[in-house]
């Protein structure tokens, strides 16, 4: 299955933006009804996080949601094998600024899961030599090519089985960490602070890399725009952080988050049981 599907996305690339857009939120119409646990989990992050909503208003989202995340699981195709030229124009950077203004100092971009976080990186990566970690897949052809896509332009990915460390000391010789922190990875090294006024599991691990390391926190949030394209937005860094509790930190990043999901509430990932973990005594949701 693996093959069927990378070799379609192999073929896609060749197709105008636009084009493979549609065809992208075609099939994430399709996949909606075809995933139904997935589809269970949206509906559940939707109805915790937006219980004023009425049922029609989650479900419209939810489908969204579902449109949005194919799509750009469509479009790795073109940020994996498509020429570097396109991929530049595929993503404009905005404000920029703020991490060449740290050049040569320790950096974490803290990239929230939005639809387009694999574009940011990529565009990033072709300007900045970056680091960031990610997770093997099971499938060992699915991981090489990812792995190998994700790489292309020069970022180096540390394995979270590996562990942290090693990203780490490649962020302190000058490449910006591309941090991803904000799905529940379970109890350990983790807070409850609210996320939509829900306790979430919420690592702690921003302010304990900007601590250990003296790094400025450069949030950078991905936008997909409607027809083809992303915008990378990159915000001005963090002042007093971390504040020396790890609690306020975590609910000051959630809250960040908050703010730019009320902004595109279809393209964050909600097919992630981001409330798996539960507080002591509290029942499981999904």
Same mark, same amino acid.
């Given at each position: ?42 509906? %559940?992050? /939707? ?8 049922? =029609?208003? !989650?479900?419209?989202? @939810?489908? #969204?949601? $579902? ?87 020069? %970022?180096? /990915? ?8 090693? =990203?780490? !000391?490649?962020?302190? @010789?000058? #490449?910006? $960490? ?109």
């Amino acid at each position: 299955m693996s093959r069927i599907v990378l070799g379609l996305m192999w073929l896609l690339r060749f197709l105008p933006s636009p084009a493979i857009a549609r065809i992208g939120s075609g099939m994430g119409a399709l996949m909606f009804w075809l995933i139904p646990e997935r589809r269970k989990v949206t509906r %559940i992050n /939707l109805a915790k996080c937006f219980p004023s909503m009425s049922d =029609a208003e !989650r479900e419209r989202l @939810a489908r #969204a949601h $579902f449109r949005i995340f194919v799509r750009a699981f469509v479009e790795r195709g073109v940020l994996w094998w498509a020429p570097a030229e396109r991929v530049r124009n595929l993503v404009n950077l905005e404000e920029v600024e703020h991490l060449r203004a740290l050049a040569g100092k320790p950096v974490i971009v803290f990239a929230p899961h939005f639809a387009g976080i694999d574009a940011g990186g990529m565009r990033l990566s072709q300007d900045f030599q970056m680091v960031s970690m990610y997770s093997r897949q099971k499938d060992r052809r699915f991981d090489r090519i990812l792995y190998e896509g994700r790489t292309r332009f020069g %970022i180096r /990915l540390v394995s979270r089985q590996d562990g942290i460390r090693k =990203a780490l !000391r490649i962020m302190q @010789a000058g #490449a910006p $960490f591309y941090y991803l922190p904000d799905l529940d990875f379970g109890p350990r090294s983790s807070v409850f602070v609210p996320f939509f006024g829900v306790p979430a599991a919420t690592v702690t691990g921003l302010s304990y890399i900007a601590r250990i390391t003296g790094a400025s926190v450069v949030p950078c949030v991905t936008r997909m725009l409607p027809g083809g394209g992303y915008v990378a937005r990159l915000y001005r860094p963090w002042s007093d952080f971390p504040s020396g509790d790890d609690a306020a930190d975590a609910r000051r990043m959630n809250a960040f988050i908050e703010e730019r999901v009320l902004e595109m509430p279809e393209q964050y990932h909600w097919l992630h049981k981001r409330f798996k973990t539960r507080p002591p005594g509290e029942p499981r949701f999904y």
